[in-house]
């Protein structure tokens, strides 16, 4: 949707590192969401941020930390202790309704 | 983790066909989001429902929220080729006010 940056939209990484995603934001909106989307399967949520300086984790927040240090800019960075990190993620913010970024899809080799 | 109980988790149907699909939920919920997926996008918003009760209309789209506000039901009149996709109802309220999706009813129309 319009508004939510998601960059870059296919990353590759060895396993073990460290890796971060981007999600910008111009919406103006309060919260929002990163979600991990595995084939055949529903959005899970990571972690979600109702306001600057404050996030909590969501249902599988394990292996991933978030920062929001700015309204428009909620990184989330898969970090190596994240098991299973190969996945399609989404960012997105939430006023009302929610509207999603285009997606990453993160590929660990 | 939490996630909304959406059903049925797939149909095949033919052009021209009248598919509906629902989500349940054990908690309560003050919104009530449809949306759909094409592969390897983001979910794109179709209707959104903020009242127990309300009915809402997007072109062939039809979406109610459940009086008892646990539950809410997509209709799709007369499919059409390029309604292939997956749908995803998500639900948001309770304390923490968090946005859950649900499983997922992938949707293939045959022409």
């Known amino acids: 949707d319009g508004g939510i940056t998601q960059s870059p939209k296919y990353l590759f990484r060895k396993e073990g590192q460290n890796v971060t995603l981007s999600c910008e934001q111009n919406?103006?909106?309060?919260?929002m969401y990163w979600y991990r989307q595995d084939p055949g399967q529903g959005l899970r949520l990571i972690y979600y941020?109702?306001?600057?300086?404050?996030?909590q984790k969501g249902d599988i927040a394990e292996g991933y930390s978030v920062s929001r240090e700015k309204k428009e800019s909620f990184p989330l960075t898969v970090t190596s202790a994240q098991k299973n990190p190969t996945a399609f993620y989404l960012c997105?913010?939430?006023?009302?309704?929610?509207?999603f970024g285009q997606g990453t899809r993160l590929t660990v080799v | 983790g939490q996630q909304l109980n959406q059903s049925p988790q797939s149909m095949f149907i033919q052009e021209g066909e009248d598919v509906s699909m629902n989500c349940t939920s054990s908690?309560?919920?003050?919104?009530w989001l449809w949306y759909k997926q094409d592969p390897g996008e983001g979910p794109v918003l179709l209707i959104a429902?903020?009242?127990?009760?309300e009915l809402t209309s997007n072109g062939r789209l039809t979406a109610q929220f459940g009086i008892t506000r646990k539950d809410s039901f997509l209709n799709i009149s007369a499919s059409i080729p390029s309604d292939v996709g997956i749908y995803f109802c998500?639900?948001?309220?309770?304390?923490?006010?968090?946005?859950?999706f649900g499983t997922g009813t992938l949707l293939a129309v045959q022409p």
């Open positions: 998500a639900g948001q309220g309770g304390a923490t006010n968090k946005l859950i």
């Open positions: 941020s109702q306001i600057v300086n404050d996030f």
């Open positions: 429902l903020y009242k127990a009760g």
């Open positions: 908690s309560i919920f003050n919104t």
């Open positions: 919406l103006n909106h309060d919260a």
């Open positions: 997105g913010t939430v006023e009302g309704k929610a509207f």
